[in-house]
């Protein structure tokens, strides 16, 4: 790289810690600019014991040295810890910073572009940090340096996000041959993203087998792509899937909700995937009768071989079951076993293939398949995803039996399913006549809320508007700015507007805004939703399963695989009187009672709790009836007492401290508090209970749930 001298020079107060060649194990941490701990860093000479001020050394009883330098205090700490645990000595790296000073109280990394919000424009000042960072690598020349933080790697590559790139074995467009790896930084660690910790020490792990030399020693084997194909090379590929009856892999890439090519991996084959087009940028990829008969051995070979396995098999198969083909069977997928095996950390294919394969991150190439992007690049990337998803399938069965869990996982997730795609593929049918109804109810009781604001106000406003929001609430009546971390500008997301109306709940405006836009919510997700429209003329609502789609394992549904519908979980009670059962069938739910408040009685031996659960009266309603003071039967199923009620038996279940409870349940910080206590009060089994859980958590790491799943560090 070309150093281009700028006439300017900026203060350096956190020079770089550069090692002898000696002590120098190859690797230099990166970071992004200087906090004020490490600017004003005090070490001792001889035991190297430092503080972020002066003194004397309690040891050696001589004074500290102002000796500023890179990832000390928490962050150094947080880092040093991460190195250790990984096999590497902390002591023994290079530390350096892009910018090597403070940038100020108050400031963040910002102040050194001209759109700091977007930070597509840096500064004068920032180019020179950044040629000053490459001019000091390039002199000491390391094996590996790791780029902790967007900015630092940033610097010294050209690509951005560092969550999506962490883990990826680079080659630095900055100075060419070397390696660069990319982790967050430390800081962004503890700020509550631990789950990043345990995945940090993976990424490291590699950084220690990478320092031992400039070449890069950890990647794939050459993979090869059969892209383009002729029909005998796809049909001779299908009768081998058809007649091996080995684990076979299925992927499929759209257009819209158009399918564009398919792609296929059979583990007799390792490190070769084949991609079909269907349609391409120019029309069909084949004459009808060859179409017809791909389409018509494929659906041989998923009759024949019942090994099918992919990453979110729900989606691909959906648009199989179009084309009639129809799986036998199905061996694995990917994202539920990550679910069970690793149920705090993500599950899609980008973040798997980082932990699990050596092969760079390249998601961001399929984010979305329009008209203009060439057929080959999307060919190119099914492929990709044929040769990633069977390595990382075959990594977490091998964690899964390793850690006793891949009967849990065969018994509680893959085999439901079938399940999933059932109901997916029949899907909600639309009551036309409630759903006019109820579009009719919503739009009334919308426009009162609306005029009830704008009166009170003597304005129009847009309650979707975060500026008008904004302007209402913290200019006009002062309230206190809610942000979200790493934002600039004060936020009116629902859950800080929510916090908001439990501080002030004698602000009438706050319950209003919330009130319209949970109407216009309503009527976006369910009354305006795009619906499937079938021959007859029927609407449906369509949705996706996903087993396992939340830490507990609880299911969660999504727009369907074509991109319409809404999810089919969280219409509420009202809004379902516009759906029908699919004809010929009944709607019948089925729950447990008060599952999760028993499991806890019963593990806390909570006196008080095991005696409600052995009377006819709901948990509920006798913890409403303690509140307030009244017969149990007075409080009546769904309404607004019961369901506070409900909320604090949770929320102390899963030890929610009162505010959040209130922010839950949409009552003020007051009332909550208060009812909290009383229930607190009444069962202290239940305190001895969450420390125990916290022990177990502490000493060994892991804890199991009566389901059998495991949540573990």
Sequence with gaps: MTLIHLSTYYKITCPPTILPTSDWNNIT????????????????????????????????????????????GASGNMLAMICRNAGIDFSKCNRSNVVKQWPGKGKDFGIYYRDPKKRTEPTEELLWWRQLLIAEITKY???????????????????????????????????????????????????DNWEE??????????????????????????????????????LEFLDHI?????????????????????????????????????????????????????????????????QLCNQNLVYD???????????????????????VAFPELPKG????????????????????????????????????????????????????????????????????????????????????????????????????????????????????????????????????????????DPTTNENKLKELKAEFPDIPHLKLILEERHLRTKESNYINAKFDVDADGSLYLPFMPIIGGTKTSRWTFKKSPKWRGSSAQTISKIMRLMYEPPVGNVFWQRDLSQAEARHVAWKADCHLLNQVFASPIKIHKSVGSWIWKCPPED???????????????????????????????????????????????ATPEIDSWHRWVGNQAKTKGRLTTPMGRVRET
């Design 242 to 306: 058809s007649s091996s009856n080995a684990p076979w892999y299925l992927d499929v890439e759209t257009r819209g909700d158009t399918l564009n090519c398919l792609g296929l991996f059979s583990a007799l084959r390792p490190d070769t995937a084949i991609c079909i087009p269907i349609q391409t940028t120019t029309g069909p990829a084949w004459s009808a009768s060859e179409e017809a008969e791909i389409w018509k051995r494929l659906s041989l070979a998923a009759r024949d071989n019942s």
């Design 141 to 191: 020349k390391p094996n590996t340096v790791v780029a902790l933080g967007n900015e630092a790697l940033r610097a010294l590559t050209n690509v951005d996000g560092i969550t999506k790139w962490q883990g990826s074995i680079l080659e630095s467009d900055k100075i060419p041959g070397l390696k660069v790896i990319p982790a967050v930084h430390p800081a962004y660690i503890m700020r």
């Design 317 to 339: 198969i959906e648009y199989m079951l179009d084309m009639g083909v129809e799986p036998s069977g199905f061996a694995a997928d990917s994202m539920i076993m990550a679910n």
């Design 29 to 72: 941490l990166v970071g992004e600019a200087a906090g004020s701990t490490e600017v004003n860093w005090w070490e001792c000479s001889n035991c190297h014991l430092g503080r972020p001020y002066p003194g004397g050394c309690p040891t050696c009883n001589i004074l500290f040295q102002h000796k500023p330098q890179g990832f000390v």
């Design 635 to 681: 409080i009546l199923n769904d309404s607004p007492r019961y369901d506070v009620a409900k909320r604090i038996v949770h929320g102390r279940d899963y030890k929610l401290g009162y505010k959040r409870a209130a922010i839950q349940a949409n009552v003020d910080y007051e009332f909550m508090k208060g009812a909290y206590g009383i229930y607190e009060r």
């Design 349 to 488: 294919l980008d973040f798997l293939t980082s932990i699990f394969t050596y092969y760079p991150y390249y998601k961001d190439e399929g984010k979305t398949w329009k008209k203009s992007v060439p057929d080959e690049k999307v060919w190119i990337y099914n492929c990709k995803d044929m040769v990633a998803t069977p390595k990382v399938t075959t990594a977490l069965t091998k964690d899964l039996k390793e850690k006793n869990l891949y009967e849990v996982y065969k018994t509680l997730s893959h085999k439901f399913l079938n399940v999933a795609l059932e109901m997916q593929r029949n899907r909600l049918r639309l009551n036309r006549d409630w759903h006019q109804k109820l579009a009719g109810y919503l739009a009334d009781e919308r426009i009162l809320k609306h005029r009830q604001l704008s009166d009170l106000i003597s304005r129009e406003i847009n309650v979707k508007s975060s500026p008008e929001v904004r302007k209402l609430l913290f200019d006009e009546l002062r309230l206190p700015k809610k942000f979200i971390q790493g934002m600039d």
């Design 197 to 234: 910790y345990y995945t940090t020490i993976k990424f490291f792990k590699r950084i220690a087998i990478e320092a031992k030399s400039p070449i890069p020693q950890l990647k794939e084997d050459e993979d090869v792509f059969i892209i383009g194909p002729t029909l005998p090379q796809v």
